[in-house]
């Protein structure tokens, strides 16, 4: 059975936080898995990553983690001492979700975030480049360690090297990592993709996790996402992987400036009620 968890940063307006506290609560209410910010567990004192690691795997509660890779950490820069900084970090932040027992790291893992094409280029092909030399250098280390890193789809606004599921096929294949899969978001795919279910379908065995969210990132079941066809599409792809729910109803804060969040979404959320009621409906429509 597909595993739902939830993105801790659905709760908060800084990226910076406690996590431990979200393990009771995303147990309570129901979920499966916990997604938490990988930048954040990187620079933890590893005694704290241990009780982190403890308190996920006594609830029960599978960890996942997440990073928007600052512009100083670009493994896909041109320049060639960011990139090497960037490799740098990104092994620490391998070695510390190793230790805490392996798993996922999702999102601009393969160059950062939010970014667009740097003035002066009209070609992404040389940062792509770049991108793939460092990214065969990461998997080593992350095979290493039980760890798989999912390049994430993004739009074009927030991001420029890989927009669409065909690109983000194109590169894990040359790549060709067990530890290098593919994250999906239905925000994103709404923007970018001409079929839901199809780009779904075309990333087939390299889908490791899929985020959602509704067109505006209202919580999964309060919009006009297709989730039919994406169920389908999911089942047709034979998708065993996670399904997060990555909604943003908040403005404020550094996490309300960097998703653009300029109004409240959803006026005085009770935001609890509003993760207990989205689960509901994904497990009744995508599990």
């Known amino acids: 059975m597909r595993k739902v968890g939830i993105y801790y940063a659905f709760w908060t307006h800084e990226w910076e936080a406690d996590f431990l506290p979200f393990v009771p609560k995303v147990k309570e209410l129901g979920f499966d898995q916990l997604e938490v910010n990988a930048g954040t567990v990187t620079d933890m004192k590893p005694a704290d990553r241990a009780t982190l690691a403890g ?4 609830a029960g509660l599978r960890l996942s983690y997440g990073i928007g890779l600052p512009a100083q950490y ?3 820069s041109l320049d060639e001492a960011v990139r090497a900084n960037g490799l740098r970090y990104m092994r620490r932040m391998i070695d510390a979700v190793g230790d805490m027992g392996g798993g996922t790291i999702c999102g601009t893992v393969h160059s950062t975030w939010p970014a667009t094409l740097p003035p002066g280029h009209e070609d992404k092909s040389r940062f792509r480049d770049q991108s ?8 080593k280390a992350a095979e290493d360690r039980g760890v798989v890193l999912l390049v994430e789809v993004i739009n074009r606004f927030e991001q420029f090297m890989i927009n669409t599921a065909a690109e983000a096929v194109a590169y894990v294949e040359e790549v060709a990592s067990p530890a290098c899969k593919i994250l999906l978001d239905t925000f994103h795919m709404n923007i970018e ?3 839901i279910g199809g780009a779904i379908r075309h990333a087939g065995k390299h889908l490791r996790q899929l985020h959602l969210g509704e067109t505006d990132r209202k919580p999964p079941g309060l919009g006009r996402q297709p989730w039919k066809e994406i169920k389908t599409a999911l089942d047709d792809a034979a998708f065993d992987g996670s399904l997060v729910m ?7 804060g550094q996490v309300g400036r960097d998703v653009g969040v300029w109004r409240p979404i959803i006026e005085n959320p009770d935001l609890d009620a509003l993760a207990r009621a ?9 599990v």
């Open 193 to 195: 993709e001409p079929s």
């Open 246 to 252: 990555e909604p943003f109803v908040m403005a404020g």
């Open 55 to 58: 308190a996920a795997r006594d």
């Open 132 to 139: 793939l030399r460092s990214m065969r250098e990461m998997v």
């Open 278 to 286: 989205s689960l509901k409906f994904v497990r009744a429509n995508l």
């Open 74 to 76: 670009d493994v896909s």
